[in-house]
């Protein structure tokens, strides 16, 4: 069986159709909207007024705050769409894999809140180390396996009760999940296109939020959903002449996984076991391994094909910054504005820092702050 | 200009065999409308499994044109160092244009190159788009007066997955008004071709589905052919 | 020195004519208008659609949401108030207690949005054992020293490397290190009337966010400033005959520690040692510790003076529930309105349950959600 | 009715010697308005450490009554056993009221006993309330006519604090329009007594200021008191 047929037997069937769809504009579900009014959709934009006054610069900044949302971070925005497309194929399980547990958090309350059962397999190292999101996913009500487990043949095959585990042999175990029984499906929470658009609906509120249009709008990128979500429907307004055409589009990365500043433009697989189809990227190559110490998220290898393909013509310009620099840029942030930003968002922080030194007075920076911290404070340890 | 509406067929050169190839292109001769003439590749990306298969097959591949209208498809990653030997292979070949499917996704900044080779070797523009596309990209393409725009309706040939590709033909066809619109991959069936005329596409082409048959049967192979041209004529 | 008088060595100034004001309105500075603004005030007053569904009584359910707030819970409305008022008395530095962290996070943000050096003394066993908000006031620029220290004569006095520390110690301390130095003031997170009275900020938003009048209005109760905060506003319109005359108001609390409706209305001392002033108060003694398997919060041992004499009037309602019963009520919440909410706040979940229960089809109940629990985990695991 | 602006003090009985409180009391005739005399208490919970000592420091009480308007001033909670006890010694007196500083603070549902037992012995209501006070509660008091409402303006005798009395003074002015307002807690000065009526009260009260003199020397504290009904005098 091919990679791609694969999928029309894992995943939810209208995220395959949204996956390929010619459509300009896909309406959000009545039951989706409903799920992210209750969940603090919109989500605030706010103006960073303590963090202007630190810097001096007399440049203008905003940022759009993902981190309302009960998971803590903009994860829920593609997790219950994807839920509720499952439950519209009548599934009543939904499966996945988990790292540090930002996305197994958010498909277990994803799944909560449509009456959902959600399996989650978690990297073993991650489940030993990362106790609170574990605990938040059972109390979510799902079931957390530690990977590799005892629960499928993948995991069998890898497992010692030592095992670090890793993420590919955890999407081999929610897939084989998926596929050992019936009404259930996979939830991938990476660089697929439909979970790019899932998110625009941060940038869709933001547009209609921004009291200006801003010089430029930063995000961080792991994959680049939250890039896509926050920037694409300004760059798609740029692109068709109808706004934004001052706006220049900067994606921050960890300098410790640089696929959009020092990576290939290639086809790889977006997983590290080569179980999905492989996809054209910037990409360090699917086996890459960030350094051991790097704490502050974005670790992910490669960047979604659509963001690449905007990287390669030159509409989105990448930087990178190290794992210092931005822990810096974080608590810069939580004793200026109050928020303690999640490791990853604080990359687009660090990033804003630099160009609100280099634009000149008047400028306007919106950046998307992604999550909140409070369940990382391993990160500020480690760095304070 | 193609006929409307149109059947086409990949091909494989010289697949499955020197032999069966050279009797399938004499058995379609009236019967297709245009062809697609694969080259055999080391990586063909865009394939499914079984065509992919079939590249590996090919020994020595056959340049045989068939008397309709035929257009070279190979990939422009492979042809990347010297990519006029490929045009010019087409033009000696009496092949009408050359398709490249990784063109616009995987080297856009090439399709200055693209138009200038085809305008040099007296060429027309073919272009493949996959079932997601700018539509600023689609509206620049039909503007360049190409012979055809084909649109993959899947991600891979022979793979057929749950999307809505009647839509994405129509979005295609509101772009491009007055381009010849060629749909293709994982057309297996009468009934599936004449849903994607209905939806828009001008022209439909079959791969995996008339390769399938040929490797068992030549005559079985046109017998599906026929019923498909047949399901095109009654529209 | 009187206790009384040491109060106006170590208060804002503002604080003790706060203390002591017969005005029914005392306005917000400007300043503080603005701090509130910019960390996310007004907080959301959200219908619990999922949570009516799963209950099925045809109770409709409102609840404000602090959480929202960047250090998770409503202690910051205070904390700002009180730090703009110690900045306003010339202060550089201001000094607090704390045992689990909340308070020293609160006054920790609250000082660094004011330009004001924070250092709190952390009972030393929380010092070891919560890591995460030690991190995060650090992280917010405060200096944090585990209490019993060795910085001051009351923490020498009881130094040992292994001493588990009590609230009381640290409260010592922080006071003799306010006395100590110049431009430094103490602020109080707990039940002196003042941080009442800035809680009401809550209760405000709340009377103009309700769309329909409830018919009990419910939050849980450790000293009292959550209770107050939320229910004050309303029992004043209710008292005056302007309004919420149907409404009853209903004070939740620990069994673990519960003075309302076990303790005695007496004089007593609002700290474990003796420090401050008495006051008049239900309560359990100045010196009671909660049962040690207590995970869930409100362990504090008297009600603040104003809500104890409502409750003595017959204005306020007590209830108490064990933490079994709490708990189980937070997990229900968590999965069916997304939230994990505080343990603390779980208590008013879990009396809403059973209001919801006992009250007619069609009544209107609304609670107080003063604090998500995304930093306690431990009493989810423990729990689950 | 009590004279406006009127000077009060606080004597506790008996204090701080049988010769010296009778020296002050006859020193007092013609100079004070109105007298709280204080029956030593074993917790007088709202007193600051000065006072506090004082009512260790009485031995054997006496109860000589001045001959200008008098108010027995005790604590409901030492009379609550047999409260007419404290009624009848008053009356017996010749008081005209009992003072109960936490008769509305810690027993709000006496209020009732209270005004009974008032009216049972002849005597008028006088009631205290705290700088923070329950506004209907202030007018329910103003209804009951009393002889006066007395606000102490801070959380203890003796001891100042940065409080704007004046306005809580003001607000219950407002409250209480007819009603004879006393002041008292701290009045340690001829000015802070002026500005409290300033303020709205009718009269203050001196404690702590002048039992720290009356303690040294009768004369040093009856020429204090003379200043301070100078400052009234001269409003």
């Not at chain 1, 670090?164 to 998926?178: C, F, K, N, Q, R």
């Not at chain 1, 030194?357 to 391993?378: C, E, M, Q, T």
């Not at chain 2, 087409?90 to 092949?95: F, H, R, Y």
């Not at chain 2, 001008?202 to 017998?223: H, P, S």
Request: net charge neutral; charged share 25%.
């Amino acid at each position: 069986e091919s990679r791609i047929g694969l999928l029309t037997r894992i995943l939810p069937s209208a995220l395959i159709d949204q996956e390929f769809s010619a459509e300009r504009w896909i309406t959000v579900p009545e039951e989706v909207r409903d799920a992210y009014r209750r969940v603090g959709r919109p989500t605030p934009l706010l103006r960073a007024e303590g963090l202007e006054r630190a810097l001096g610069t007399g440049v203008r900044i905003y940022y759009k705050y993902e981190g309302v949302l009960p998971v803590g971070s903009h994860k829920l925005n593609t997790a219950l769409a994807q839920a509720y497309y499952a439950k519209a194929d009548g599934a009543v399980e939904v499966a996945t894999e988990t790292g540090a547990g930002q996305w197994g958090m958010a498909v277990s309350l994803a799944a909560a809140l449509f009456g959902l059962k959600a399996v989650v397999f978690m990297t073993r190292s991650s489940y030993n180390s990362k106790r609170q999101r574990l605990t938040f996913m059972r109390t979510y009500g799902a079931t957390v396996y530690p990977s590799p487990s005892e629960v499928t043949e993948a995991g069998r095959r890898h497992y010692r009760p030592d095992h670090p585990g890793s993420l590919g042999i955890a999407i081999s175990e929610a897939v084989e999940y998926v596929l050992s029984g019936e009404k259930r499906r996979y939830l991938p929470g990476s660089v697929l296109e439909f979970v790019l658009m899932h998110q625009t609906v941060i940038g869709l509120e933001a547009v209609r939020q921004l009291p200006e249009e801003p010089d430029a709008a930063v995000a961080c990128v792991g994959g680049g959903s939250n890039f896509a979500g926050f920037t694409y429907p300004m760059i798609g307004m740029k692109l068709r002449g109808e706004g934004f055409d001052k706006t220049r589009f900067v994606a921050v990365e960890a300098e410790a996984a640089p696929k959009l500043t020092k990576g290939e433009y290639k086809y790889d697989f977006p997983d590290a076991v080569g179980i999905l189809p492989m996809i054209k990227m910037y990409t360090l190559g699917h086996d890459y391994v960030p350094p051991p110490v790097h704490a502050a998220g974005l670790r992910y290898h490669g960047a979604a094909p659509s963001l690449s393909l905007l990287r390669k013509l030159g509409i989105v310009e990448p930087l990178s910054y190290p794992q210092e620099e931005v822990m810096k840029a974080a608590v810069l942030f939580a004793r200026t504005e109050g928020i303690v930003p999640a490791p990853e968002s604080a990359h687009a922080i660090r990033a804003v820092l630099d160009l609100a030194k280099k634009l000149p007075r008047g400028s306007v920076i919106a950046f998307n702050l992604s999550g909140h911290g409070l369940l990382d404070s391993d990160a500020y340890e480690k760095f304070l | 200009m193609l006929r409307r509406p149109g059947l086409g067929v990949y091909l494989l050169a010289g697949w499955p065999s020197e032999k069966t190839y050279r009797e399938a292109v004499a058995g379609m001769d009236g019967l297709v409308d245009f062809f697609e003439l694969g080259i055999p590749s080391p990586n063909p990306k865009y394939d499914g499994p079984f065509i992919r298969r079939a590249h590996r097959e090919v020994s020595a591949p056959v340049w045989d044109k068939p008397s309709a209208p035929t257009y070279l498809m190979g990939y422009w990653e492979d042809a990347r160092g010297r990519p006029a030997d490929l045009f010019e292979r087409a033009a000696s070949l009496g092949a009408r244009g050359v398709l490249l499917p990784d063109l616009l996704i995987d080297f856009p900044e090439e399709l200055d190159t693209y138009l200038k080779l085809t305008r040099e070797y007296g060429l027309a523009p073919v272009f493949f788009l996959p079932s997601k596309f700018p539509y600023a990209l689609a509206k620049r393409l039909a503007a360049s007066k190409p012979d055809f725009i084909y649109i993959g309706l899947y991600a891979a040939t022979g793979i057929e997955l749950p999307v809505y590709v009647e839509r994405n033909v129509k979005i295609l066809r509101e772009l491009a008004p007055d381009v010849y619109i060629v749909a293709g991959f994982a057309v297996d069936s009468p009934a599936k071709a004449a849903k994607l005329v209905r939806a828009g596409a001008d022209g439909i082409v079959v791969g995996t589905a008339f390769m399938r048959r040929l490797q068992k049967d030549v005559r079985e192979a046109l017998a599906f052919l026929a019923e498909v041209k047949k399901a095109l004529l009654d529209l």
